[in-house]
């Protein structure tokens, strides 16, 4: 019976879960202080849809294809790292962008998904980035978990970058940036950073997937113009949105500068849909994708 006893209490100190350390980033984080506008445009149980045209270059020649960028809030399980089914008081409410671009180089298709998952309720860094790849040649896929650091993970079908997993201090990402713009664009802090790019960005021109010094830079005049410029990777990002709220994307701009020459791909907006697309999987609303010019 003490033997019995003994592994009893063994095996219950084992199974206790200890709480993990908050991010150093994460505390005494400021709230955000959502506007009521916000909170009546963004909780509404809708997902906003935006369709781009889009001019990307691939190989050094002009691709034209579609974009895509679905912004939506949800309450998501930080420890989990996934989105939950129900609000609970271990979930936090996100917004998750969701974003694809989808063209042909020739013969074969590519085609681009990225999410990330940024804090609502406080000014903490993003939470979560998964970002793949899919075209004839193979597949690459990267995931970002923020939990006391950033853990990362890349898989690529190119040697060298098959399967890597590493750890860095929590930063500022480019693909949390689009989100923080639709949040207000206006509180986005000027000047140099140390930001981790796009993934797919990083992937599709086979850098290496650490933080690089950026400077941000914001004027207004039609729009409101962001832009981001890395200038030891040769790229520049230019972001432009409405001047009031909910701030819409109307268009971007992503400069590759080299040697030989500059080439500048570019999105255009289309459409804007507000609806709850994940209830629109019947036939019957394929129509939706005809609004949308996809």
């Known amino acids: 019976m003490k033997y019995i006893l003994i592994l009893l209490l063994v095996s219950t100190y084992s199974c206790k879960t200890e709480p993990q350390p908050e ?16 909170k009546s445009y963004w909780y509404d149980g809708k997902a906003e849809l935006t369709s781009y045209d889009l001019e990307f270059y691939r190989y050094g020649e002009k691709r034209h294809g579609k974009g895509m960028m679905i912004f939506v809030t949800e309450d998501f ?15 936090v409410s996100v917004m998750k962008l969701n974003s694809t671009k989808k063209f042909n180089t ?16 406080k000014k903490t860094p993003v939470l979560k980035v ?24 890349t898989h690529s079908y190119f040697e060298g970058e098959a399967d890597l997993s590493f750890k860095m201090k929590p930063t500022l990402t480019e693909n949390e940036l689009w989100i923080q713009l639709r949040l207000d ?21 086979h850098k290496e997937f650490r933080a690089y010094e950026a400077s941000i830079e914001q004027t207004e005049e039609d729009y409101i113009q962001t832009t981001i410029n890395y200038e030891n990777l040769g790229r520049i990002v230019k972001i432009y949105q409405e001047k009031t709220f909910p701030f819409a994307i109307e268009k971007w701009e992503e400069i590759e500068i ?5 080439l500048t791909s570019t999105a255009k907006k289309i459409k804007t849909l507000k ?15 005809d609004s949308l010019s996809l």
């Open 77 to 91: 399980l930080p420890e989990a790292q996934v989105k939950a089914n129900t609000k609970s008081e271990k979930t």
């Open 23 to 38: 991010s150093k980033l994460n505390a005494g984080a400021e709230p955000r202080n959502l506007s009521e506008a916000f």
């Open 258 to 262: 080299n040697k030989a020459d500059t």
């Open 185 to 205: 664009p206006r509180q986005i802090r000027a000047g140099q950073h140390e930001l981790l790019p796009d993934f797919s960005f990083l992937r599709l021109n």
């Open 106 to 121: 020739g013969i074969y298709p590519y085609s681009i998904m990225q999410s990330a998952f940024l804090p609502l309720e």
């Open 275 to 289: 609806t709850k697309y994940w209830q629109q999987n019947s036939n019957k609303y394929l129509h939706l994708r």
């Open 130 to 153: 998964a970002s793949s790849i899919q075209e004839w040649c193979g597949q690459y896929y990267a995931q970002l978990n923020h939990k006391t650091e950033f853990e990362l993970e």
